[in-house]
């Protein structure tokens, strides 16, 4: 049984089927992949996951239980963090006490009460090394509204792991990060994933997907066409069409192998 499952998951809004029988998982130890083009559905299986969309029908489960119903603080508190494709710091906060606050946050009232959770020395200690190891340490002192918005990206990420998270869901989280950051970014990934988290990601830079993804699902106006590793997904004719526009050629073979 993996980490988690989402089961035919369909999500309508009046009319418009945004998710259409979505079947997938994520399981710990492993990066998986949901692309596909703008409009395709994916942030909204996010929202399911998460909690924040009610499905129409379907359901998701998570560490074996059915968690469909439960709100989103419940998912949070038993590991489900995420980042937002549209940034959702604290602007007016620094970078450190952006982490500090969920840290605290998970923690409950004991992380306010014991020295040695939350802001207590140990708690201090952990902010300090989530920020080194997310690449922001620099930052921890400047207010997040006032940083760069890769640097941004890599705040958030460093306040979802500040919640120790089983799974993490990742929506976008390269936008904004220039090609070295992209590379060190898709290494801490490989990390995260060694040390068990279960990585759901949605994103765009098909060169990090394919580099670091071991599993990826590809929706195409709410229907998942196709699921597989990196190698069956560049293959796949249907996704070629439908995503990553490549076009056959008279022998046979797609565009990129024509030009590569």
């Known amino acids: ?11 309508k809004f009046g009319g418009v089927t945004a998710v259409n029988h979505a079947t997938f998982t994520a399981d710990s130890g492993v990066i998986t992949g949901l692309i596909g083009p703008n409009g395709a559905g994916k942030t909204t299986c996010f929202n399911v996951i998460s909690g924040l969309q009610r499905p129409t029908s379907g359901r998701v489960r998570f560490t074996g239980r059915s968690v469909t119903r439960w709100p989103v603080h419940r998912r949070a508190k038993h590991g489900v963090g995420r980042t937002f494709q549209r940034l959702e710091a604290f602007g007016s906060l620094t970078v450190r006490d952006n982490v500090r606050v969920a840290a605290d946050i998970q923690g409950g009232p004991l992380a306010w009460l014991r020295p040695d959770l939350g802001s207590g020395r140990s708690g201090r200690l952990a902010i300090e090394a989530l920020l080194d190891r997310v690449g922001i340490a620099e930052y921890a ?13 890599l705040l958030e ?30 290494d801490l990934l490989k990390d995260l994933a060694s040390e068990g988290c279960a990585i759901l990601m ?14 990826i699902h590809v929706l195409d106006f709410g229907t998942i066409i196709a699921s597989g590793d990196p190698a069956e997904i560049r293959n796949d004719p249907a996704v070629q069409r439908a995503y990553l526009g490549y076009a056959e050629v008279e022998d046979d073979t797609s565009v990129m192998e024509a030009i590569s």
């Not at 949605?202 to 599993?215: I, R, S």
């Open 1 to 11: 049984m993996a980490l988690l499952e989402v089961d035919d998951v369909v999500v």
């Open 157 to 186: 990420l460093a306040r979802a792991l500040a919640c120790d998270p089983k799974l993490l869901l990742l929506d976008e989280p390269s936008s904004g990060l220039d090609e070295t950051e992209t590379d060190a970014f898709g």
């Open 141 to 153: 002192d400047e207010r997040a509204d006032s940083i760069p918005t890769g640097t941004a990206r």
């Open 202 to 215: 949605v994103e765009h830079d098909m060169d990090l997907v394919m580099a670091v993804c071991d599993e």
